[in-house]
């Protein structure tokens, strides 16, 4: 039987290394457009830094390694054109056809333009793959740039504005929304904006930006650009094949991440997962719901049964050493899915003061009706990342905020203070409730 | 209605604390027997160490500010003798009696000298009190001891160890049963044992002491004891009342924290608490514990109606830098309790590389017939508290490993690798199953 997955990124390699334990006789082909597989795209703003010193630090694994120690043929520079799934055939640029039995797309998702005029001017830079991020390190050491305009305050354009200003530049960042990390969220939004301006980044919301100029963007001059307006699923190969896509802009999958078409499955960034807070499948791209769908989708289509529930929405950046951490909905998307959602939001320390605690800012979202927690987010230069991912864990077993409040977690003054600001918020919430 | 509350420390001030908001007219009365209230005994150990400069920086409130701010009183050097429940009252030391309504019983636990003898001298110390505290700072600086036997090695054990080696001493360990950390867990013990030893510390387990000498302890020189063999809950003021000891050896109580007797509430070290894996009640003291047990009891002894479920067993503890968390069942206590565990255990790294990811080790334990998560242990020296807690919210959730495996934890490269270590153990560990 021949598999064949379309994309040599984190869904694609997942899925055909996972595809490959489930059955040593698949014959398994990765087709990759780029030149590179299997790297790190979430390390790329940390590359454009400086602190990842070469690109090939972000790469885990070359097409030799899966040929030979996993039996996967792999090949670069392959574009897949089109699919045609009655003969069951994906077709490549230069014309040649491959067949498979399964197949797994895994074709990512691209920036989004947003419709922005100017924007192949070579001043401009998106962050996608390891060229763009090898062309803008080589814009910076040869061109010097002073200013840069980021458009767009999501999570790249957060990493981005802080890669540049480590850099020695002068960074403005546009967000055409009122809010900043996608997430509907108005003390986050004002958290970021404190943090980037403390060091010497601005912020400005609510800028539609409609063409870039060679010298400035808006009214903000500048010598470099960086798109980071977010990004759109690469479902088109997939739609003209006759997969459906969702409302989402992601293609449709099952739990088992099978397409509607048998036999045909999708992963990582084009494809759509389900929201366990809302019951909705959403597109939420991310390396590591990537690297999960790709296995389940690639176990599934080596003949193995497995199920992927979905996420709960778990996001985290870093911003000048802060982290900014959500998982679950704020109060204005649980407002929006019909919830009615009240939230707590304390400030704690991180562990005591004596072990140098920092400053923690814990806000908990849970429903008014049912109890039931929604969502949450967590601020702070220490523990954020631990402790987004125990709301993450109560959003998925369904936690109500009172067995919330009641969680044995670790005390000890070097790691946390005797009331986790977790706790000191869920306690909050419950009385509000 | 009049609530006396016998105890002044975690468990006792939650508990008056608490009281107060429900009833703003109860009258409270906190009898504590020794000088000083509120205090945080979890950091004695840096307080002996130097971090802690002073003893008041441990101290939370003082009698002034219950009296003041929240309508309590609180009478230190008042010990309680006996305590007649047909009569409603509570007899002190200089023969004053007084009256309640109800009462809340928090007399902790005492350092348990094991059958030592020898244990009196002035150079064999305890830490459970600020003066214990103080008496061995004093120590310290006066006689300058240059080798000091711990004699346990269970949390206390391990941080004066630290404590101390930090200090300048030579440092042994004694411990009388198998293993570190009062847990059954061979895996962690040879951790523990490694890192005592890297900094200078020795260890040596299955060592019955039953003399100090003045200048040795069992054949290792010494001019310098501390006793961390243990705490026995303080439970003879309520036995002899006719409160209800537990199989635990600490006082039997409901999910409100009542005793066998009405209006007899109990909470912190001295009171028994549900182990949620196990269903079975248990003494496991710690302070965040009996800051929650100490809340509940307060809140219904004022006529609230709330319940403490309990505990999953969560602990941590830092030793020189390295943090050793546990929570729920090792493998060993797993199969005492007739669990049927399978265990995984995998080395990951906290971040990556290029953030200076560290060395993280992860055990996970799940029972073989229900898939469970019984347990689980992190060793490192970044993010094990975060990660122990998750584990610990995905016991309170009764979580099975494949949905564990499954967990939308957050990711970006400063904070986590792609495949947090959580997820690596629980998907070896699925595999197990």
């Not at 200003?165 to 904006?193: H, I």
């Not at 099952?254 to 494809?271: F, I, K, P, Q, W």
């Not at 529930?309 to 982290?323: D, L, Q, R, Y």
């Not at 939230?343 to 049912?370: C, H, M, Q, W």
Request: proline residues 5%.
């Amino acid at each position: 039987m021949a598999l064949v997955v379309v994309g040599g990124v984190a869904a694609g390699l997942s899925a055909a290394a996972r595809a490959r334990r489930i059955d040593p006789r698949l014959e398994i082909t990765v087709l990759e457009q780029g030149p590179v597989i299997s790297y790190g795209a979430c390390g790329l703003p940390y590359f454009v830094e400086g602190r990842v010193r070469e690109a090939r630090e972000l790469v885990v694994h070359t097409p030799e390694y899966f040929r030979k120690d996993r039996n996967i043929e792999v090949r670069t520079g392959a574009r897949v054109v089109s699919i045609s799934h009655p003969r069951r055939e994906v077709v490549l640029a230069d014309g040649r056809r491959v067949r498979y039995e399964r197949l797994v797309i895994s074709t990512g998702a691209r920036p989004d333009s947003a419709g922005i005029a100017g924007a192949d001017q070579p001043h401009v830079f998106r962050l996608h793959t390891i060229e763009d991020a090898e062309r803008m390190r080589a814009f910076l050491r040869e061109r010097r740039p002073r200013r840069a305009v980021v458009i767009g305050a999501g999570y790249i354009g957060v990493e981005m504005a802080d890669a540049l200003r480590r850099n020695g530049l002068r960074v403005t960042v546009l967000e055409r929304g009122p809010n900043a990390l996608l997430r509907d969220d108005g003390e986050t939004t004002l958290a970021v904006r404190r943090q980037l301006e403390r060091h010497g980044v601005e912020l400005r919301t609510e800028v539609e930006v409609r063409a870039i100029e060679p010298d400035r963007v808006a009214d903000v001059p500048c010598d470099m650009v960086v798109l980071a307006a977010g990004f759109k699923p690469n479902t088109e190969l997939a739609a003209e094949a006759g997969v459906e896509v969702g409302r989402s802009g992601a293609i449709r999958t099952s739990d088992r991440m099978e397409t509607n078409l048998h036999g045909v499955y999708a992963a990582g960034d084009c494809a759509e997962v389900t929201h366990l807070v809302t019951g909705r499948p959403v597109s939420f791209p991310l390396g590591t719901t990537a690297n999960k769908t790709g296995r389940v989708a690639g176990a599934n289509a080596a003949g193995g049964r497995e199920r992927f529930p979905g996420v709960v929405g778990t996001s985290i950046v870093g911003i000048f050493g802060m982290a900014f951490a959500t998982t679950g909905l704020s109060v204005e998307q649980a407002r929006a899915e019909s919830f009615s959602p009240v939230a707590a939001r304390i400030e704690g320390l991180s562990k005591p003061r004596y072990f140098e605690g920092r400053k923690t800012t814990v806000e908990l979202v849970a429903d008014r009706n049912t109890r039931r927690l929604l969502g949450g987010s967590v601020i702070g230069e220490e523990g954020a990342a631990g402790r987004i991912n125990v709301v993450a864990t109560a959003l998925h077993a369904r936690m109500c905020v009172d067995d919330f409040e009641q969680l044995d977690l670790s005390y000890s003054p070097p790691f946390a203070p005797v009331w986790d600001p977790l706790l000191i918020a869920a306690r909050q919430l419950a009385k509000m409730l």
